[in-house]
């Protein structure tokens, strides 16, 4: 592994390895104003995924939780004011579309499933040209992937929780007879 230029914390390549661009690709896309979404609704979305991707602070070993209002990619450490992005080492990585349209894909893929999220899909709603739109659908597939093992876990929770003087009989019992 070579050594990061921002090397204060971990920055996993792989990633952006899989998201198939290098930084230099992607451009700044300006959000049009005239589109009919909610973008605090969306953004609160994105920030709820990147708060599964916790940042830490090499000084002070504590959590990165101080924004900068006016640099929505960073985060910044409250005790030292050490800064940090908030999108590396995440699906986001790189990312220069506005944040809350993450959210948007995010959320429209749990409203279409069964159904796919296309890019196509992506690009007619957020006006993105095909290749950021495809690359936002990319993003939510990672997404996917690297949480599924977390987003198990949470639907365990909640099934236990709802079931909770319910059990299920031993693993390999014969359930013909309780089926009745
Ligand atoms: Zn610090």
Redesign the pocket.
Known sequence: MGTEREGSYHVSSSFRTQIGHSELEEEETQCDPSLPYNPEFFQGITDAVLSLYPKR?P??D?VLTSRVSTRPHVIR?S??H?MASRLAATPLENMRVPQWMFGWCVRESVVLHPRVLTAVHIQRSLGLNAKAAYRMKRRVQLLASDQMVRVKTLIRNELEKSFRDYRLPPEGTDLTAIRK
């Open positions: 602070c000084h002070c504590i450490c005790r030292c050490h």
